[in-house]
């Protein structure tokens, strides 16, 4: 039972242009996302996170978007820059347990 | 301030023999988790703590053990490595109740092969 799902293994965008990353989930009591940025041989990094009373978070060029009814969440990245290039994941907390679950990951290309 | 630390960073198995994957984090953290990265299928939990002498398991436990004994340690056992444990694993820490506003810090990974 994948409770975190990202249906799109890879996205390639221009520089400068907007990279929109999606997640789907299916367990209404995740009270948290957190999207999650992973460069080759490297750990993955806290990006920015949403709580589920909101529908939106911005950080700089980063925005995550909450929508409860359709269970999706999606990541807005502008400008692109090559330097964004990497996995991103978006994971959640399913209930009140302390462990965090991930999806399968989106694979971003920001091209020059 | 070292962060988490995972050692070894690289280890090569034979079928049935055991290991210990390190992991320790310097940051008086309540939360660590240990997942593994598979091509297509994401970051996987096998185990998880909330704190010292209590772990529960994640969604690949078997053929894992772990024990929290310390604050800062979470060691990860292989008993009986298998070709299917070859696998890239991550251990993970939070200070917050839920690791959620703040986050999870995760080590570099270790890359373990099992032949």
């Known amino acids: 039972d994948q409770q975190v799902k990202q249906n799109s293994p890879s996205l390639s965008v221009q520089e400068g242009r907007i990279s929109i990353l999606n997640c789907d989930y299916t367990?209404?009591?995740?009270?948290?996302f957190l999207w999650y940025k992973k460069y080759p041989a490297e750990g993955p990094t806290f990006l920015i996170s949403?709580?589920?009373?909101?529908d939106k978070n911005e950080d700089g060029r980063f925005t995550v978007f909450l929508n409860k009814s359709a269970k999706h969440l999606s990541l807005h990245i502008v400008p692109s820059q090559p330097g964004d290039s990497a996995v991103y994941f978006c994971a959640g907390p399913p209930g009140n347990t302390g462990k965090l679950i991930f999806g399968q990951g989106t694979t971003l290309q920001v091209k020059p | 301030n070292a962060g988490v630390t995972q050692t070894p960073k690289f280890q090569v198995l034979k079928t049935g023999q055991s290991m210990t994957l390190q992991c320790a984090q310097d940051m008086n953290h309540e939360y660590m988790s240990w997942y593994r990265q598979d091509p297509g299928m994401g970051l996987r939990l096998i185990h998880y703590?909330?704190?010292?002498?209590?772990?529960d398991q994640g969604e690949v436990p078997n053929g894992y053990n772990v024990s929290r004994s310390t604050t800062e340690d979470f060691p990860l056992r292989l008993l009986s490595a298998a070709p299917s444990q070859t696998s890239v694993y991550f251990c993970a820490s939070s200070r917050g109740a839920k690791g959620t506003v703040y986050g999870y810090t995760f080590g570099s990974g270790t890359r373990l092969t099992v032949v």
């Open positions: 949403i709580s589920s009373i909101k």
């Open positions: 367990n209404s009591m995740f009270d948290y």
């Open positions: 703590s909330v704190g010292a002498g209590i772990t």
